[in-house]
């Protein structure tokens, strides 16, 4: 029987595909920004109740989801630092 945590997990995910699917005016980033705070808690719990190996796997799924806002965080977070040190 699946745990109370990955069947939110598994809920998340396809919340996530059904939010991608429809059209939005900016790009989607209002529906990450609710996806991130949604899917915070979710992964902390998926780690807490499941143990390393599931919440590891949770959290390839999530990066996935997320490989455009991550990729943007990357960027940005090498321009801050290529900036400090010159």
């Known amino acids: 029987m699946m745990s109370y945590?990955?069947?939110a997990a598994c809920?998340?995910?396809i919340?996530?595909?059904?939010?991608a699917a429809i059209p939005s005016q900016d790009n989607?980033?209002?529906?990450?920004y609710f996806l991130m705070a949604l899917?915070?808690?979710?992964l902390v719990w998926v780690y807490m109740s499941d143990g390393l190996y599931w919440g590891l796997a949770f959290t390839i799924a999530?990066?996935?989801?997320f490989r455009w806002p991550l990729r943007h965080f990357i960027a940005w977070l090498l321009r801050a630092?290529?900036?400090r040190a010159e």
């Open 28 to 32: 989607h980033w209002r529906r990450a």
């Open 11 to 13: 809920c998340w995910i």
């Open 5 to 7: 945590s990955l069947s």
């Open 15 to 19: 919340l996530a595909a059904i939010l």
């Open 81 to 83: 630092v290529s900036r």
């Open 39 to 42: 899917g915070a808690p979710i």
């Open 62 to 65: 999530v990066l996935s989801v």
